[in-house]
């Protein structure tokens, strides 16, 4: 192939014919060139050609019937809401325009009205405008009948024949008032009545029901367990460490005030029950705060009461009656050894037997020590029978109040000034 290629291009074979054979080998050059081109260009053309192909029909976006179908129902519904607007338009619109009408044919008779009552008003003075003359229907006989001047006849009654009393004239005096364009004008208007002004009503300060308030035990207890501890429960004093909770996230402020409670304690529930009785605080405007709060307390588990820790003492009572008891016994044994016990038909009889000294004595000291252990024991049994046990309770601990009644909170010069008021309103 490399030999082939040399004798073509080469310029040793022919070295006269050197440029003749260079132009000869340029031009075979551009003819392969132009030749690989055409096939190349052929190529592309029928590879593009082959692309070319029919793959189908299809849709580029799918119908879909229940679309189309929740859109015309969507349609028909707004339709007939549109609908009914305009119809309830149409009928609002006639209304009006019969209003409209009724107003104008109001209008119009009272028009009508008015102008019948100018001429009812200009009628009465044309008709008197219009009355003829008291002496004579033209002026010709204007002085015919006017009594005549004196004739000589009679003298001083121009011409009358009868004369009587002259009348008295009756004077009548007529105001007319001209009124003056600019002048001022009076008028006379009623005094309002005076409406009594009310008070407007101050904000209330309510801590309501089921109002939660964190609290402190200033003071501990040992809350007595007996049944009458119901009746008069121990006193006890807490002091408020934050912000009332009151309903719907609402809280109020009394921190720092104190509460006073009292309590008692359950021994099956081994918890103490304490009520609140009272509030006291000191405003920052200086003042006092006292009166009455109904609420209950709850221990750190939630429950109601505060659990706490049995303490009782009745051990050591019953323990030491029980040892008076043993004396006792011991003495009645030791008593009556020197006793004989016979049973007969008779019945029982007990004999003692010839005591010495010594024995005596000691009999005796055995019946003094029975006889002292018996009451010992009674003392301590009553003791046992008053002393309950009792639920301690120390001071410190958290608790929470519970409102259980609404609590209006004013201070004393607000309660008196109250007070005043409603004597005044029942005199």
């Known amino acids: 192939m490399s030999d082939i290629f040399l004798k073509l291009f080469s310029n040793d074979r022919d070295p006269s014919n050197a440029e003749n054979n260079q132009k000869m080998n340029k031009i075979l050059i551009f003819i392969g060139l132009f030749v690989a081109m055409a096939v190349l260009l052929m190529m592309v053309s029928d590879e593009k050609k082959e692309d070319k192909r029919d793959v189908g029909s299809f849709k580029i976006v799918e119908e879909d019937t229940m679309a189309k179908t929740r859109w015309v129902g969507d349609a028909a519904v707004d339709m007939k809401i549109a609908k009914k607007q305009v119809d309830s338009l149409n009928k609002e619109n006639d209304k009006l325009s019969k209003e409209l009408a009724d107003l104008k044919k109001m209008i119009v008779d009272m028009k009508t009205q008015q102008d019948k009552n100018i001429k009812a008003a200009e009628q009465p003075q044309t008709q008197k405008d219009n009355q003829p003359f008291p002496f004579g229907d033209s002026s010709k006989g204007l002085y015919t009948n006017y009594p005549k001047p004196n004739d000589g006849s009679t003298t001083g009654t121009l011409g009358i024949s009868q004369l009587g009393d002259v009348p008295d004239i009756q004077k009548q005096s007529v105001t007319k008032y001209t009124r003056i364009d600019g002048a001022l004008e009076y008028t006379q208007v009623a005094k309002p009545t005076e409406v009594e002004k009310k008070s407007k009503p101050k904000d209330k300060t309510i801590i309501s029901t089921g109002s939660i308030t964190k609290a402190v035990l200033l003071s501990g207890m040992d809350a007595p367990t007996m049944t009458q501890a119901k009746t008069s429960p121990l006193p006890v004093l807490m002091k408020v460490t934050d912000l009332s ?45 006292d009166m009455p709060f ?134």
């Open 294 to 427: 109904k609420g209950a307390a709850t221990g750190e588990d939630g429950k109601l009461g505060l659990k706490g820790e049995v303490v009782t003492k009745q051990g050591a009572l019953l323990a030491r009656t029980l040892i008076a008891g043993f004396l006792q016994g011991v003495g009645d044994a030791f008593s009556q050894q020197n006793q004989v016990v016979l049973t007969g038909t008779t019945g029982v009889t007990t004999t003692t037997k010839d005591l010495t000294a010594g024995q005596a004595m000691e009999m005796g000291a055995f019946s003094g020590l029975s006889k002292s252990a018996e009451k010992l024991a009674d003392f301590y049994l009553k003791m046992a029978d008053q002393v309950a046990p009792v639920i301690e309770i120390s001071a410190g601990r958290e608790i929470n109040i519970i409102t259980t009644q609404m609590v209006e909170l004013k201070s004393i010069e607000e309660m008196e000034n109250a007070g005043n008021t409603n004597q005044g309103d029942k005199k």
């Open 245 to 289: 909770i009151l309903p719907n996230r609402w809280q109020y402020d009394i921190k720092e005030c104190f509460l006073v409670g009292e309590g008692y304690g359950d021994l099956t529930a081994e918890r103490a029950y304490i009520r609140t009785n009272n509030i006291s605080c000191v405003t920052n405007k200086g003042k006092y705060i």
